[in-house]
């Protein structure tokens, strides 16, 4: 399967972003997605993840009430709308697939889209 992530940009504090994850490829029925951020000088962190069917979602604590993900296993899409952007948002956000650990919520994941850029002015 690939991934393709977009809907990055410029955005000022306050402001918000609709990220979308585009999957092509697959052999399989959907599985659990999920979305990551890297910043500048830091390590991959895990933001949210879905099941396959989007009864099931987690958000870490730092995105809680101000992100949302959602799916449509249709349109083989995977969105995150973003609210009240922090400076501290900024960072290459990734979409990812496919977890590899039985537990809930996952934060290993099969397949990855290459990134999008977000940044956040303040």
């Known amino acids: 399967v690939q991934l393709q992530a977009s809907g990055g940009g410029l955005v000022q504090a306050g402001g918000s972003l609709t990220l979308s994850c585009a999957a092509s490829?697959?052999?399989?029925?959907?599985?659990?997605m999920a979305w990551f951020r890297q910043a500048p000088g830091k390590e991959r962190e895990f933001l949210t993840t879905?099941?396959?069917?989007?009864?099931?979602?987690y958000y870490i604590d730092s995105v809680k009430g101000r992100f949302t993900v959602s799916r449509d296993n249709r349109k083989n899409t995977l969105t995150l709308q973003m609210n009240s952007l922090k400076p501290e948002d900024t960072a290459i956000y990734y979409c990812?697939?496919?977890?590899?650990?039985?537990?809930?919520?996952?934060?290993?994941?099969?397949?990855w889209g290459q990134g999008t850029l977000v940044t956040v002015s303040s």
């Open positions: 990812a697939e496919d977890a590899l650990s039985l537990g809930w919520p996952s934060r290993e994941y099969r397949y």
């Open positions: 879905i099941s396959w069917n989007g009864n099931r979602i």
């Open positions: 490829g697959r052999t399989y029925s959907p599985k659990a």
